[in-house]
């Protein structure tokens, strides 16, 4: 077993000043989504990639939907604002997100306070509005 001192190769979650020393990532780690809880429709001042391990959902980029599935990539460039919308099969997933480019700000994004505070999430029998 590893101590707390010698993990520094090996991490759950990179975040803020919870990284390696070396580590230039702004953030990875795993995620787990379920319908019916909240997700909140964000952007980044940095690119982020989801790889999906396991499940089925409907996600949206911008304006763009898209259904993703095991084995998917999404990637979403920096600025543009992407979320989960719909829960076919739960989801299971690791994200990484690259460096801020200068001046920019890390985490969740927000264009108003009413994305800031999530939405639910719908399950495989509920209907999307267009």
């Not at 911008?62 to 604002?81: N, Q």
């Not at 994004?109 to 495989?124: M, Q, T, Y």
Request: glycine residues 10%; aromatic residues 10%.
């Amino acid at each position: 077993m590893l101590s707390a001192d010698s993990r520094r190769n090996v991490w759950k979650r990179i975040e803020g000043d919870e990284r390696p020393a070396w580590s230039d990532v702004t953030s990875t780690g795993t995620f787990r989504i379920v319908a019916g809880q909240t997700f909140d429709r964000h952007f980044h001042d940095c690119d982020e990639y989801w790889f999906i391990a396991d499940g089925r959902a409907v996600i949206e980029i911008d304006e763009e939907r898209y259904t993703v599935e095991a084995g998917d990539i999404v990637c979403t460039e920096i600025g543009r604002e992407h979320d989960f919308l719909q829960v076919l099969e739960p989801i299971r997933g690791f994200w990484f997100e690259t460096v801020i480019k200068a001046g920019g700000r890390a985490g969740h994004l927000h264009r108003s306070p009413e994305r800031a505070g999530g939405h639910r999430v719908l399950g495989p029998d509920e209907t999307l509005a267009s």
